[in-house]
């Protein structure tokens, strides 16, 4: 849905077509594939060592709450077979010749000129619709705009002085600290609670293009 009506080649609405969850084809990475083997080989051996075998049932009062695990067996508990399909791999990888390899590409050279040229327009922003998957195209000017009258409803957000991260994660960790020496919460959920880096959220909106009449007082 051209909302911005800016004219489009072909190939831009080719590939605007395939959706904002199509992927191009990347260029091989062999560090990235080794940490895929990395965690496949992993869910194999954990597999192994449990043998299937089916965990302890959480007590009544454990909400589940934990840091995701780390646990790797040790090396001797690990089947040949498993360490040897590993070590195969590892050097399959290793072996590979990256400049020689030719991967099929979903896109072609126009197709990916075409995404060069969508990324590089700074006149316009591309999002998906709120609903029904679309791909809606608005003015960057309209989008902010849009933003900033959502930003002035005084009822929902207010303006700050400062980025309150800093203090919001110090205040989180005394009352973290403080259900655990009270025994209201295990160890396990504490470490879940606290973020040693914690992300800081950023503003965006989905367009409704079904409703939409123009840049108006009541949004898009």
Request: with cysteine; glycine share 6%.
């Amino acid at each position: 849905m051209n909302l911005a009506q800016v004219p489009l080649t072909k190939n831009q609405v080719s590939v605007l077509g395939k959706g904002l969850n199509f992927a191009p084809t990347p260029k091989l990475d062999k560090f990235k594939l080794l940490c895929e083997v990395s965690n496949f080989t992993r869910k194999i051996k954990l597999k192994a060592f449990f043998n299937d075998e089916t965990r302890a049932d959480q007590s009544r009062d454990d909400t589940g709450l934990r840091n995701k695990s780390t646990f790797l067996p040790p090396i001797h508990a690990i089947p040949v077979e498993v360490l040897a399909f590993e070590n195969a791999v590892l050097k399959d990888i290793d072996d590979l010749n990256v400049e020689g390899l030719k991967p099929f590409h979903n896109l072609s050279r126009v197709e990916h000129e075409a995404i060069k040229q969508l990324q590089s327009n700074q006149d316009i922003i591309i999002k998906p619709a709120d609903k029904g998957g679309a791909v809606v195209i608005l003015k960057t000017e309209d989008y902010r705009n849009e933003c900033l009258r959502l930003l002035s409803d005084r009822k929902t957000y207010k303006i700050l002085d400062s980025d309150p991260t800093s203090g919001l994660a110090t205040l989180i960790g005394h009352m973290v600290e403080e259900a655990l020496s009270n025994g209201w919460i295990s160890k396990n959920e504490s470490d879940f609670l606290i973020k040693v880096n914690p992300v800081i959220p950023y503003f965006t909106f989905l367009p409704k293009f079904h409703k939409y009449e123009g840049p108006r007082q009541g949004g898009l």
